[in-house]
Each structure stands twice: as structure tokens, then as C-alpha cells.
């Protein structure tokens, strides 16, 4: 069992950063693929960024290449989702999650996901 917990979620004026961090449970952190997905209102649930084991391969979908950047402390156990340049259509609630399997860069659907945090309100203003 892995317990996920965000933190770092608010609301920003569009062109501001925010910087998620979602922190894991448990010895095995280290072995996981984790990603980050967001649900707007009236919205799927929907995969925003991944990240391998070990940090060395990230995937993102095209909206967010250039804002965002995944990243993770093994050592803490925590995984990070900085966003800069953020547009209000970035309003969302989102997710951090443990993806099961080998890694792979790739859209991740939420079928793959292992465990879900309980996500963390991002609003952004225009």
C-alpha cells in the first residue's frame, strides 16, 4: 500500500508559477513510475506528466511542454510538478499517482495508475 499526499496547490494569476509536491509512503518509492494528472470541472480525469524510477525519462503532453517539469527526490520520497506560465485553462484539481509496470513515454490513461493521491486545487485567474 502506498499512501500519496500533494501539497503546493492555490490560486495564481495567469503568467504565475506554482510548484506541486506530492509526497509517497513507504520504502519501495524508489522502484515506482510516477505521474501527475488534473480533472477540470465537468472534465475526465487526464494524464499531464510522468516521470521513470530513477528520474531519467520524463513525458509530458504537448499543452504543458515548456511550463512544466516533473521531477523527483527518491531520497524523500516526494515528486514535484513545477508550472510556470500558467494559463487559466491549467485550473484543475490535480493527482499525483504510482503507474504501474515499466516505465514508458507514453500518454498514460488512468487505468494505469496503481494508487491515486487525493489531489489538490490549482486555480488560476485571468
Known amino acids: 500500500q502506498v499512501q500519496l499526499v500533494e501539497s503546493g496547490g492555490g490560486l495564481v494569476q495567469a503568467g504565475g508559477s506554482l510548484r506541486l509536491s506530492c509526497a509517497a509512503s513507504?520504502?519501495?518509492?524508489?522502484?515506482?513510475?510516477m505521474a501527475w494528472f488534473c480533472q477540470a470541472p465537468g472534465k475526465e480525469r487526464e494524464f499531464v506528466a510522468s516521470?521513470?524510477?530513477?528520474?531519467?525519462?520524463?513525458y509530458y503532453i504537448d499543452s504543458v511542454k515548456g511550463r512544466f517539469t516533473i521531477s523527483r527526490d527518491n531520497a524523500k520520497n516526494t515528486v514535484y510538478l513545477q508550472m510556470n506560465s500558467l494559463k487559466p485553462e491549467d485550473t484543475a484539481v490535480y493527482f499525483c499517482a504510482v503507474v504501474s509496470g515499466s516505465y514508458q513515454s507514453t500518454t498514460y490513461g488512468p487505468q494505469a495508475v496503481d494508487y491515486w493521491g487525493q489531489g489538490i486545487q490549482v486555480t488560476v485567474s485571468s
Open positions: 516521470i521513470s524510477s530513477s528520474g531519467g525519462w520524463r
Open positions: 513507504g520504502r519501495t518509492f524508489s522502484r515506482y513510475a
